[in-house]
């Protein structure tokens, strides 16, 4: 088995502040995915990518960059946080992009003051 | 973009009932349907699956069914059980620039009372 570890859990950011969210993981997966998750709006996709140095954006990309240094790690930037934005961060991996399954981070939990 | 529906957004049962969870999407290419299962402050964890050359599957007291034509698959959890109370979400796969992606439904708050 793996894990996918998500730094740091907590975020608390000012308004217009940039905020970068890390993850690793250790499945030695190819694909790597970043999702929103607010109240009552399911997962949202942000950005995924398929190899190193590869980025592809989902439907929530605006206002948020992404970064695959490495087949291990993704970053996502939020690129000015918006005031009263409260949200968990979710980051997954998968071997392919084609129908298999999706391993789920703990989640990093933002709230902008 | 491609969409998920899901409904209803809470449900609650008693315990030994059965639970329904409907999921409709847009795109006929897609091809693969999972389900998560979601523990408060846990993450998201796939319980069951199913893929596009199927219309059944049925594993531990879950069964998923597909319906193509109508775009339509949901769970049915037989027997629930206090343990089984959580957000559950559905997914389908969609296209996306360059590669695939799932989509989410907006998940269901399964709550199972004793």
């Known amino acids: 088995g793996g894990i996918i570890t998500q730094t740091p859990k907590f975020l608390i950011g000012q308004e217009g502040q940039k905020l970068t969210l890390k993850c690793q993981q250790n499945?030695?997966?190819?694909?790597m995915y970043w999702y929103r998750q607010d109240s009552g709006k399911g997962l949202r996709l942000i950005y995924y990518s398929i190899t190193e140095n590869d980025l592809q954006k989902g439907d929530l990309s605006e206002g948020y960059d992404a970064s695959r240094e490495k087949k291990s790690s993704f970053s996502l930037t939020v690129t000015s946080a918006q005031k009263n934005e409260m949200a968990v961060f979710l980051c997954a991996s998968s071997m392919g992009d084609r129908g298999t399954e999706v391993f789920f981070g703990k989640g990093t939990r933002l709230t902008v003051v | 973009g491609e969409q998920v529906e899901q409904l209803p957004s809470i449900l609650r049962v008693q315990e030994g009932s059965s639970a329904s969870i409907n999921c409709t999407y847009e795109?006929?290419?897609?091809?693969?349907f999972p389900w998560y299962k979601q523990e408060p402050g846990e993450n998201p964890k796939l319980i069951i699956d199913i893929r596009s050359n199927m219309e059944r599957k049925q594993t531990q007291g879950l069964i998923v069914l597909l319906d193509k034509k109508a775009k339509r698959f949901s769970l049915h959890i037989t027997d629930t059980q206090p343990g089984d109370s959580a957000m559950y979400f559905c997914a389908a796969s969609a296209s996306y620039q360059g590669g695939r992606a799932l989509i989410f439904g907006t998940g269901t708050t399964v709550s199972v009372s004793p």
């Open positions: 795109n006929s290419a897609s091809n693969y």
């Open positions: 499945f030695n997966h190819d694909t």
